[in-house]
């Protein structure tokens, strides 16, 4: 049987703001499998990186966590103090965060950070870190690992500098990997060689992954499982194939529409998704994609239920009502028969 290795139980995210309340997140749950590869989607400003930042207990002032339940390998997150969390945080979790040259101290040399990492959680010494650190370098494809440890950030490509990121993330085998945005800026060469290097990490380690993306053609060649969120809330659950061929909610038939290369061969017309994400201080009563939706009708001022369309296939919208899939709504008149 499948391991449970993160339960995030109806999470609600707020940040305290001139304007008043950002709710960033609101009553999110989702879970992740030991092993997995879990794909967060949506535009900007959906609440992706939010809910990894809760996960890894990195919400502060002027965050709030008000509501929800996280728990990791049957351990309540929320309860942690700051010592257990320096024995989980960079350890048995680890984040891939979405800006490398933010991410890492542009004073300090790579060697040191990497060993520094190394040390903090493994107890090695400084000699035997510094290996460590090498052979890490090398196994995320990084050439002259002894040369790059004597490098400041900045002296570093993009892809190099995400290398490192990951090559730290896994330094001491964490149980679960979150990467957020990690192919963001770069090339398409590197953005491959990064995806690979994920999907060829984790087949070696069995570490789970909680993928952070707005390209859902980056979710097609990594994750198994997809959650789809949008205005904070998540909008679908499923498979990739879930996703992909019975796709439960419009919001992700916008962004499978706006993907190169979908709908035939030859070249297509991208489909932008018209409008702008809701206004998160004043979010919306009911569904949060409402306004840009093309099937909104009036019952959408009412949150709908979640649908179970499937075994781990779910869908937020009222278009599911009687138990009918989406393509089944739309191809019989759409909503107004909804």
Same mark, same amino acid.
């Given at each position: ?12 995210? +707020? ?66 103090? #700051? ?43 400084? #000699? ?11 196994? $995320? ?80 060649? $990594? ?90 296939? +779910? ?24």
């Amino acid at each position: 049987m499948t391991k449970r290795l993160l339960t995030v139980d109806g999470l609600t995210v +707020s940040f305290h703001t001139r304007e008043g309340q950002n709710q960033a997140v609101r009553n999110v749950s989702f879970h992740i499998d030991a092993g997995e590869t879990l794909g967060i989607v949506g535009e900007s400003g959906s609440g992706k990186s939010v809910t990894a930042k809760a996960v890894m207990g990195l919400v502060s002032a002027p965050g709030e966590m008000l509501s929800g339940e996280i728990i990791f390998d049957g351990d309540r997150v929320l309860e942690f103090s #700051e010592k257990k969390w320096r024995t989980v945080r960079g350890n048995r979790m680890a984040m891939v965060f979405q800006d490398p040259m933010t991410a890492l101290n542009p004073v300090k040399k790579i060697g040191f950070q990497m060993a520094e990492v190394i040390r903090r959680h493994r107890g090695l010494g400084k #000699e035997a870190a510094f290996r460590e650190a090498v052979e890490l370098l090398r196994k $995320v494809g990084i050439p002259e690992p002894e040369r790059r440890l004597n490098q400041y950030p900045h002296e570093l490509s993009g892809g190099m500098r995400q290398r490192v990121m990951i090559a730290m993330a896994l330094s001491c085998s964490p149980e679960l990997l979150i990467a957020d945005e990690p192919t963001t800026a770069l090339d398409v060469t590197i953005q491959a060689q990064i995806l690979d290097l994920i999907k060829e990490l984790k087949e070696q380690s069995d570490t789970a992954v909680a993928l952070i993306t707005h390209d859902l053609g980056v979710v097609a060649q $990594v994750c198994t499982r997809v959650i789809v969120m949008y205005g904070g809330m998540v909008m679908e659950e499923g498979t990739v194939d879930d996703i992909f061929y019975r796709t439960g909610h419009p919001y992700t038939q916008g962004l499978l529409r706006s993907l190169p290369g979908q709908g035939g061969a030859g070249r297509q017309r991208l489909v932008p998704i018209e409008g702008t994400p809701p206004d998160l201080i004043h979010p919306p009563s009911g569904c949060p994609f409402q306004e840009r939706c093309p099937h909104a009708m009036a019952k959408c001022s009412e949150l709908p239920p979640r649908y179970v369309l499937g075994q781990g296939h +779910s869908s937020l919208c009222w278009l599911l009502d009687e138990h009918r899939t989406l393509a089944q709504a739309l191809g019989e008149g759409g909503p107004a028969h909804g």
